[in-house]
């Protein structure tokens, strides 16, 4: 059996349950295949989720993985598991064939302009933050809004979170260590149509009727409103559905400076 699962508090509600949840229930095929809901305080979920109220509390983007652990111990029936963003993701047409694709490895796609995150994590929030920085450096990230692997990668990835990770409540922890398991891991790029982000990718695309479509005309599968803050997001009234996803395209080109400025100071 398959899981898809994300996490979320009361502050994305509305976008995950009539712009994630609708899009995967309306474009996925579901029938081997389970949604799982990590509740940080989220009301009103549909019937038909599988609600899991969070257990160990902290920064979402770090617990989560803990939670999702939590539950996978308890649930052994899981087999493949895809965890992803539940405020920032939309699906538009079905990925259920990646379950079956390269089922014992770590299943992600790379950023092609990485963020400089381990800049932001520091040495001390980290139990071997000079191994784990040295061990990065020069890499490109994948990105953590979307990952699929075995039961056993998340257990493990859990695992090495909890030993790992001095400070849970530090942004940017789970792409660091995430990225640091997936590349001494057996792994796999995806295609970034598979975690397509505005602000980083490098294929063309365009909006028409409130849908992404790479410049070929193929529908993207998944996009990922990516930014820390609503603000800076390169998609403005970003969801599924008529009258949705305007591009600021201001947005995407300030990220991309900032990006190669700061990766820049990186390399010094």
Same mark, same amino acid.
């Given at each position: 059996?398959?899981?898809?699962?994300?996490?979320?508090?009361?502050?994305?509600?509305?976008?995950?349950?009539?712009?994630?949840? @609708?899009?995967?229930?309306?474009?996925?095929?579901?029938?081997?295949?389970?949604?799982?809901?990590?509740?940080?305080?989220?009301?009103?979920?549909?019937?038909?989720? =599988?609600?899991?109220?969070?257990?160990?509390?902290?920064?979402?983007?770090?617990?989560?993985?803990?939670?999702?652990?939590?539950?996978?111990? @308890?649930?052994?029936?899981?087999?493949?598991?895809?965890?992803?963003?539940?405020?920032?993701? =939309?699906?538009?047409?079905? =990925?259920?064939?990646?379950?079956?694709?390269?089922?014992?490895?770590? @299943?992600?796609?790379?950023?092609?302009?990485?963020?400089?995150?381990?800049?932001?994590?520091?040495?001390?929030?980290?139990?071997?933050?000079?191994?784990?920085?040295?061990?990065?450096?020069?890499?490109?990230?994948?990105?953590?809004?979307? =990952?699929?692997?075995?039961?056993?990668?998340?257990?493990?990835?859990?695992?090495?979170?909890?030993?790992?990770?001095?400070?849970?409540?530090?942004?940017?922890?789970?792409?660091?260590?995430?990225?640091?398991?997936?590349?001494?891991?057996?792994?796999?790029?995806?295609?970034?149509?598979?975690?397509?982000?505005?602000?980083?990718?490098?294929?063309?695309?365009?909006?028409?009727?409130?849908?992404?479509?790479?410049?070929?005309?193929?529908?993207?599968?998944?996009?990922?409103?990516?930014?820390?803050?609503?603000?800076?997001?390169?998609?403005?009234?970003?969801?599924?559905?008529?009258?949705?996803?305007?591009?600021? @395209?201001?947005?995407?080109?300030?990220?991309?400076?900032?990006?190669?400025?700061?990766?820049?100071?990186?390399?010094?």
């Amino acid at each position: 059996m398959n899981l898809i699962a994300t996490a979320g508090n009361e502050k994305i509600r509305d976008f995950l349950v009539n712009d994630w949840y @609708r899009s995967l229930k309306e474009n996925v095929d579901l029938t081997e295949t389970d949604v799982l809901v990590i509740n940080y305080g989220l009301s009103d979920l549909p019937e038909d989720v =599988i609600d899991f109220p969070a257990v160990e509390k902290g920064l979402i983007n770090n617990t989560r993985f803990l939670n999702l652990a939590l539950f996978l111990e @308890r649930h052994p029936e899981y087999d493949q598991v895809l965890f992803c963003d539940g405020g920032d993701v =939309i699906f538009q047409s079905d =990925i259920s064939h990646l379950f079956k694709e390269h089922r014992e490895a770590f @299943r992600a796609v790379v950023e092609q302009i990485s963020p400089p995150i381990d800049l932001v994590v520091k040495k001390d929030d980290l139990a071997n933050g000079e191994e784990i920085k040295s061990f990065l450096y020069g890499k490109k990230f994948f990105n953590v809004g979307v =990952i699929l692997a075995p039961r056993e990668g998340f257990l493990e990835l859990a695992k090495v979170m909890k030993m790992i990770l001095k400070n849970m409540n530090v942004w940017g922890g789970d792409t660091v260590l995430i990225n640091y398991v997936i590349y001494k891991s057996p792994h796999v790029e995806l295609p970034s149509k598979y975690n397509f982000i505005p602000s980083t990718a490098k294929e063309k695309f365009f909006v028409k009727g409130s849908k992404f479509f790479l410049e070929s005309g193929e529908i993207i599968p998944i996009v990922h409103n990516a930014g820390r803050f609503k603000l800076l997001r390169p998609v403005k009234n970003f969801g599924y559905g008529p009258g949705k996803n305007k591009l600021n @395209r201001f947005n995407i080109w300030m990220f991309r400076v900032s990006f190669f400025v700061a990766n820049l100071f990186r390399k010094q």
